[in-house]
């Protein structure tokens, strides 16, 4: 029985351009107080444009209505529970948007004179110190714009250390639980990637990994809790094998909210780690982006950040540029201010009992959830869940249908699904992260449609496979878009001539 | 929910970890504090900011009205507390959203494909460097001096452990433009890019077309930057590169101190395969409506992991619906009209102005500062709650005592007049 | 063919009270930086409460949720075409929300000094003169909440003037066609109402009103355009007849969205008007409120304003309550001031130009509907519409469906339903007014779902009777909420005795 | 379009029109600005008002925080440009927060039902006063002399032509509650309400129980007055009053110059059908749902005309939703907690100044100005950036001398310590 959801009218819209009719629109621009320049004139003809072929001409309520419209085919946090594993999809507290609007924030230059920004850049070094009391490191950059970017970020300084050091050495290693921005940023720092296999524990396996550590290992990228939610219980092992051999150990930070409060990787080990601000501390996810992807470093990693540094001098903050070590900037400026912004605010609504407190709610939700479907799906592995717990779809698979059908069927239960299909060293896995900010209420009605549709995959798998059932766009065929992409809107007759492309589609895999 | 779970104390479901690992203390954070108090305090350091200043900073980040409805958008809910649409059934409202934003990028670029955002243009940048390296199997890549200084420190740090020098080629000391002879003598056979941005960081429009037929004669794809959005209004699209890597932050961005920006890459459709980051393709669903999801995915980490285009995961989609939003307020005529505002507004001042370089500029320009350090008349205008403009000095010694100026639809008369009076020009003119 | 909707999947919600769990929260106050007072000692046992029995406990984002989940239940104008007649239902621009929430603005205290609120003074100063340009009128004030308050100041004004002349009279005239409000607030100020019958045109019967003029009639109150969208072209006769029997002519200038920029009351022999400046002046609706109901009257009304009244003195504003002959306040403070604040802004954006231009397209509009669907439905009178038209469900009535029925069939069309049974000169009134700022787009779905409708009505009248089917609440039985009324949430144990009450239902009007 | 209805031109649908009627001219107003001129322009008007300045008024507009999800819920389109919910299967969102404002109302005053809301307490009170008269077919009202003077203005002039005569009754000089012997005096079998206010305009809580006795002997009806709402967090509800009316002002509904604010009328169930207003009831779907919609509509001008219990029809309806985000925010302990602080402000402020009234107060309080004028005290709090209580003298010629101070949970000690100061009171006590 679907508790969670009716149905109900929603309205339909055609695309901007569609919409569009010659002469609407939607602004009004001040009176000109100055005499209004020939453009042809001031730069050119062969550097003036015609007009914009099928750019949108729509009046201000055209515009509105279109969003608003849009957005009610969207589902969000604000409407309910979002267990994307991986993903951290807590509440976001609305005062943060409210505080990074304030003007003399929003409406800063980046270049704009030091003695004017002395609040945006205390904002920065307040942020620095509560991530590095938070992680127990030692300093820390906010210049990175995400996750991967952190990675890249860490792996640059890992390798800048390392070359200082003599030998920028060859490879990184990279569990087979590991989210792919691993990987992926491995290469992009000019090193190989040799893979770790997990254990039956859903854990680096000590002894193979002791066999892959060598002169040539640059780092370890470990996530910690890792991808199948588990506690890496041998890190400081973990952690003595890589610095013996003179490598470093990388931390994927993204599932910190496990353990804010409770342990510190600067504690166990980590010599250089991201978060995800926009997991870990909440900074909204907004549809893909932005986030940010704070790195934090041991002593010994400091002088490669990322220029430019803060620093204290004559009683204000200046910008220091004098960093003879430093990797060089990883972007323009000095990150995602308006996210740093939030995360701070956020961190200071909670302080240290409430960031610790939201750790212990975290994973007593997981392992709430864990606990009441465990009956119906199969865990991935029997070790503790912290924040996340992770299930194959093995048993349901039995009968056809795979983690993806289930995801699916979910959304007419009124969820967003789960991540689907990683960690890859699952088998059809099914990745659920509640996060802290879910009261009881929600959880159980989860676990009723989890449950709920098990017994479906039992008794009628056919509704499980043709899923979903009651939203406005039924099963959306993702193979037909990649066989032959169609990625810009064009008027009618000329979209007619798209070029077929052949290209394998992709997995089923969703998220994070 | 302890009982239903079978234990005691939620400090229970922590017993796995060793305990050497644990943190036993209390961070050492203030108390968590009220909602009135985190206004205060932010609002204190907003007031340590520039409120009530006029400026003519711009130089990547520009002075552009905000119109109210995009708040209006971005704040709902739907858009702001959702993410990245893997379940395209309840995902159409930004799915949607992207498809627009990616074909708007094209249509004012002359591309045929954009993704659904980057970080920034800087980062977008070396992206682009690294796309035009995997399409012709080259590895080596030269930009333009004229490229935002802080653009081409993020490509080279991107780029130097990938085996990808990076060469630097000059602009002409007279028009400002790239020098396009010592273009053609840096290139070889195996470059992969030449990198080139218009308006430049002087503010100048480029020969697009011009650089385009220097690099693809020897076999290397051209890269266009763009920082200010509001020129691709006015000027001559770029239709003629490859690949065209920017920063949409004047489309309602705020400049909110340097970020969260939104970079974007856009290219030709032969090399979509080789763009990094997310893209939206249009498709159906189970009854044939029509419908979008994200496609192209063997192209990204989550798939391809170490062979992905990019490690790119997260985005800043968000901040691309804002300039989604923002193209459809405008509009077709609204850009132009702001484009020309802009036009206007720069060469009112700059026309009192001792101006460094000669060929045609949008909306920022060079001017020597009359044998005074830019650094006095900045300080004269600061006394009169003006920020003028970028001293270049530190970025191009040759440059020193100089500086860069913006001018948007933002800027007053009044305050330009107070520019033009600090440079000590006649103000009658 | 419905082609404006789908349906999707929308969340389900309990009350507040039923979410609610004990302990839980969604505030943080400050710390008290002052010493903590105990209730009962400070106020003494008998004052103080003890809890508040079933006061909602719920945490942010339960509270953020639940409203956002409410939220999508409702139809709005930032969805469509919203054409309830007589309320002018036109786009409300987001910038007007912007400006009242600035902070000098928003967080103005009444009371302050007079010195500190020039900026408040000025923009209610502005207000006025622009309205009195607007009507043609002499004056205005600000005062009254909301059109029906205004009505009941305009009747006040004109009691006391009459009153100043020796003798207040006893009764006001009111057309047949007139909005409830009138009679009401005839009432309301003492007064009788004599209602006066409209001809065949739908307009006021010239002669009627001559024979019905009399010493005793204080004034009519004419509605101009009338409710059924019609200009009353005799209205200087009208005048006229009233005051040659010193009778005053006050006009509901609810329709005023007809006449800006084309015609001025002022200039037909209006004494005294309200205008909704929610309706023509955009400040939204806000699910019923607020708005404000600005009064503007002749020379010889404006002593008689409540008090107080702005004055230019010394180069500043003041407040004067040195009115002798005011007729009192009709609320406290100054009005709705921020409601005054968006009219402003809605004025300033428009210009003279922009705001005449509404005018002719909200008649334009009007018109084009008129004209589309005048083939299926009857049309109430023959006389030109201005800003909305109003049809007889006459036709349809035929086939056993009323105006009620079409409308909720409408709703599964993806459209809010036209103002229904009202006017009450006509048989089943269709009341439609599009307002300005709607497209062609739009009008044109409308006008094919509403043909669509009438077809139905031919073809198969059930699934018109039995509409609306595509909602998550079908057709709302709103008899037995009249018959056994139960207006607020009660544990359940206390629900079951509610007791019943034997109460007519209303009739099926609905709007405005 | 113009086609289709068979026009030329626009204007020929304005032929009926006749021609001395119509305006030729253009209206005397500026042309059409943008929203950045708009900005403008109101933030001028903004900045000549008391921004950064602390406040100590209350006297019926309090200063209270807002949470910021108030504005995040009433900013959503489908809440702020909806109407009145005449059509319930696209309107249950409102409908139902209604329902849940009543029910939130009813719990706080210990009523059995409340209407949706009234323009404002000012003219709620009036209507109260209609209803008791209708009810008991009485018509003379009593109202206290400490209800709120504008209140008691609004009430004189919606009264008076209805053959309802108002008279005042005293408070007590020395407690500053009613004086019951006054009231007794005055009351007669003619006297259809009683009217007091508690908290009262000088803040002291009333005894609305003996109030009520009083009233109820002589068969009159006792209406209770509210402007504070937060203090119905704390002091004994009116649970003997006949029918309350009151301000949400308090509940996050920001000061605003005066409005717009929500009033509400509650009453006790015998005598729902005399209530003024709109009013929102349980029923049930076609399909056998929960519903709710618009009910008892026979009280209504739109139904029952010159014979409606009001001609009251556009309501406050968004402010009152702003009341009722604020209460679930808050909750039953918060909205508890919340008036503890208030109360604990004020008490710290009071026991530094000479109080003139005995009897327990809530947050705001008399004070007498120690033989100077109120308004000089006031000139130099100014001058710190202070604006002090409100002179009662214009009010009540004998308080003259004295003025109303309101502390909130936003009033700071610094400044409270200030108010001290200005008054001459040792600050070290
Ligand atoms: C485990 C893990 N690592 C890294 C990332 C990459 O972070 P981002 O998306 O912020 O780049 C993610 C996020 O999706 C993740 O879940
Ligand atoms: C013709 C007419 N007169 C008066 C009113 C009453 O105005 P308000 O609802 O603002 O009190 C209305 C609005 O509904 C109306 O349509």
Known sequence: ??????????????????????????????????????????????NTRDEIPGFPEVSEVDVIRHFTRLSTWNYAIDLGLYPLGSCTMKYNPRINEVVARIEGLAWAHPYQPEALSQGAMEIIAALEAALAEITGMHAVTLQPAAGAHGELTGILLTRALLASR??????????????????????????????????????????????????????????NPNT???????????????????????????????????????????????????????????????????????RELEPFLPAPRLKRAGGSWTWNYDLPQTIGRVRAYYGNFGV???????????????????????????????????????????????HECVF????????????????????????????????LIVRGALMIEPTETEGKQELDLFCDALISIAREVEENPEIVLKAPHSTRTSRVDEVTAARKPIVRWKPESEAAQAPAEAITPATERAGP | MLDAIGVQAIEDLFRQLPPEVRFHGALNLPAGKSEYEIVDYFRARGAEGANGYASFLGAGVYNHYRPVLVDTVVSRGEFLTSYTPYQAEISQGILTSIFEFQTMVCQLTGMDAANASMYDGSTATPEAAMMAARITGRDRVLVARSVHPEYREVLRTYTQHQGIPVEEFAYDPGSGRIDADDLQRRLDDNTAAVIVQSPNFFGIVENIREAAAIAHKKGALLVDVFTEAVALGLIEPPSDADIVAGELQSFAISPSYGGPFAGVIATKQTYIRQMPGRLVGQTKDAQGNRAFCLTLATREQHIRREKATSNICTNQALIALMATVFMAVYGKEGLRELAVQNLSKARYLANRLPLRFRAPFFNEFVVSANGRSPEEINATLLGRKIIGGLPLGRYYPELDGCMLLCCTEMSKREHMDAVADAFGADSSK
């Open chain 1, 392 to 423: 194959s779809d093995d048993r349901q698979a039995a009968r056809g249908v795979r983690t993806g059908d289930i995801a699916k069927r979910l959304i007419d239960y009124g969820f967003h699904p789960y991540t689907v299909s990683f960690p």
């Open chain 1, 228 to 298: 199948v939610g588990v506690f890496e219980e041998e890190i400081t092992r973990i952690a003595a094998i890589l610095h013996e051999k003179g490598a470093l150990v990388y931390m994927d930070g993204a599932n910190m909210n496990a353990l804010v409060g409770v342990a510190r990787p600067g504690d166990f080990g980590v010599d250089v780690m991201h978060l995800n601000l926009h997991k870990t501390f909440s900074t909204p996810h907004g549809g893909g982006g932005p986030g940010s992807g704070a790195v934090a470093v041991t």
């Open chain 1, 166 to 223: 003599g030998n920028p050495r060859k490879k990184i290693l990279v569990p087979d639980s590991a989210h792919g921005t691993n990987p992926a940023t491995a290469t992009m720092a000019g090193y190989s990637v040799e893979n770790i296999k997990s254990n039956d524990r859903g854990m680096i396996d000590v002894e193979s990994l002791r066999r892959a550590v060598n002169e040539d290992v640059a780092a370890l990228m470990v996530t």
């Open chain 1, 340 to 386: 740093l912004v939030r995360a701070l605010a956020y961190i200071m609504a909670h302080g240290a009992e409430g960031l610790r407190k939201a750790t212990l709610d975290a994973v007593l939700n997981a392992n709430y959830i864990r606990k009441l479907i465990e009956p119906y799906y199969q865990i991935a592995y029997d070790a503790p869940s912290m």
């Open chain 1, 1 to 46: 029985m679907i508790r969670k959801v009716r149905t109900h009218i929603n309205q339909n819209e055609p695309l901007l351009f569609e919409r569009s009719s010659p002469g609407k629109k939607g602004y009004q621009l001040p009176e000109l107080d100055v005499p209004a320049v020939d453009p042809v004139d001031a730069l050119g003809p062969e």
